[in-house]
């Protein structure tokens, strides 16, 4: 009977589980990146938006708080999307013939409000709250990144799990004062990781039960 | 076809098979549909089950949060006996921290507007917005404190109202802070300290950068007596 492989086949096999292997590891690199690319993350890919609204110009530019729009980011797990009123409680008087803001002015015409997209998601499986957060003095930029400087809001960190416990398993890195939640332009002091521990223990941030599974899964 | 021939093809549609295998996998890796969307809701997310296409339902009018009673109090209207009330429910004695707070949400809701001082001259009304009257007149020194809260609840001409946003107490804590501001500019000399009364003989630095219209609207403030 002819042999089924002739000599040659075997360098074939010597080659082929080399590619096989190299491969693999090559997929593996690539699917790693992959991941942690914006293509999958959508970290700073900006959304394009009903109304192309501008954090920008109005908090930059204008100076207005966080807080005028996301009114219930210290009281409740959810920031708060403003609601059309809140737009034209300026807008009612600036820039009324802009046609950028005709949605705007058609959703207070018709109670319709306007189909804001997304763009921090967390999967449905994991639980997070703003309140806590913003309470124990973790700024919005250390989450969001430099929203102040957004023309098209975009997320400014990839949300993943990772991400959330390299500061659940040391928070005392960046803490800041209660009162510089809001500030976008705040810098660590030289001494952070005293000033840090020292708002650890008066804020009574529970370090040894951060990393508890049931936190972020419950 | 010989059989080699044959054997190699099979070899190689193998290969060929994993690696599309693994392509898909990683692929499909980031396509979560199973736990990453579950059949709930996140607030104010869009529902296909309601008619108006929101999950977040209005409230029914008229429903009153569990807790609270009686709405009809000063507290709630900034009245008693159906008159603009010019003192402090009872439940909200006004301290220090009071006032704090209160400058901390006129900052947040108001000055875009009024200012930080309360004149009028905010950074919405220099990009156009009509623009509010000073609080340092005559005429609003002379409102009873519930106006303040009244003017917050329901609005006032092309000003919107901040109900929805600043909470009852807020507001009350708002109108401590304005009755604040107002006495910073128009404190009678008996009630100075010294050090602030040799301040008013030297030339006024700080106001010479202000905005000229300022001066002019801040009419009767401590420094023109």
Not at chain 2, 77 to 93: C, H, I, M, R, Y
Not at chain 2, 128 to 138: I, N, Q
Not at chain 2, 157 to 177: C, E, H, L, N
């Amino acid at each position: 009977m002819a042999q089924i492989f002739p000599k040659k086949a075997n360098d074939l096999v010597k080659v082929l589980a080399a590619a096989v292997v190299l491969g693999a590891c090559g997929l593996g690199t690539m699917a790693t990146g992959l991941w942690l690319s914006p293509f999958i993350t959508q970290q700073d890919v900006a959304k394009q938006q009903v109304v192309p609204f501008s954090h920008l110009h109005h908090v930059k530019g204008l100076g207005i708080d966080c807080r005028y729009c996301h009114t219930t980011v210290e009281t409740s797990s959810f920031a708060g999307i403003p609601p059309t009123e809140t737009c034209m409680s300026c807008h009612s008087q600036i820039w009324t013939n802009a046609k950028m803001l005709e949605p705007v002015r058609a959703s207070f015409k018709t109670q319709k409000p306007l189909e804001w997209l997304r763009v921090n998601d967390v999967p449905d499986f994991v639980y997070f709250n703003h309140s806590i957060h913003v309470n124990k003095g973790v700024g919005c930029v250390t989450c969001h990144g430099q929203v102040d400087e957004m023309a098209l809001t975009h997320k400014g960190q990839t949300l993943r799990m990772g991400w959330c416990l390299q500061c659940h398993r040391a928070p005392e890195q960046f803490l800041r004062p209660p009162s510089e939640v809001f500030n976008m332009q705040w810098q660590p002091p030289a001494d952070q990781s005293a000033k840090g521990l020292e708002l650890v223990k008066n804020n009574h941030v529970k370090v040894e039960q951060l990393t508890n599974c049931s936190v972020c899964h419950r | 076809m010989t059989t080699q021939q044959h054997s190699i093809a099979r070899a190689v549609n193998r290969v060929a098979a994993f690696f599309t295998l693994a392509l898909v996998l990683v692929l499909t890796s980031g396509c979560h549909q199973d736990m990453w969307n579950q059949a709930k809701y996140k607030p104010l997310a869009k529902s296909t089950f309601f008619a108006d296409g929101l999950a977040s339902r209005p409230q029914v009018p008229g429903v009153v949060p569990a807790g609270y009673g009686a709405r009809d109090t000063l507290l709630y209207t900034g009245k008693v006996d159906g008159q603009l009330a010019n003192s402090f429910p009872e439940e909200l004695p006004v301290t220090r921290e009071l006032i704090l707070r209160g400058q901390q949400r006129f900052e947040i809701y108001c000055t875009p507007c009024h200012g930080r001082l309360g004149d009028g001259n905010g950074m919405i009304v220099q990009r156009g917005f009509k623009r509010p009257p000073s609080y340092h007149t005559d005429r609003l020194r002379a409102v009873p404190v519930g106006y303040f809260f009244d003017v917050m609840t329901n609005g006032f001409g092309t000003m919107y109202s901040y109900a929805s946003r600043v909470p009852v107490k807020d507001r009350w804590a708002i109108a401590a802070y304005i009755r604040t501001l107002q006495y910073s500019q128009f404190a009678p000399e008996t009630d100075m300290a010294p050090q602030d009364l040799a301040l008013l003989d030297q030339p006024v630095q700080g106001l010479a950068l202000l905005d000229k219209s300022e001066a002019k609207t801040t009419e009767g403030s401590a420094h023109h007596e």
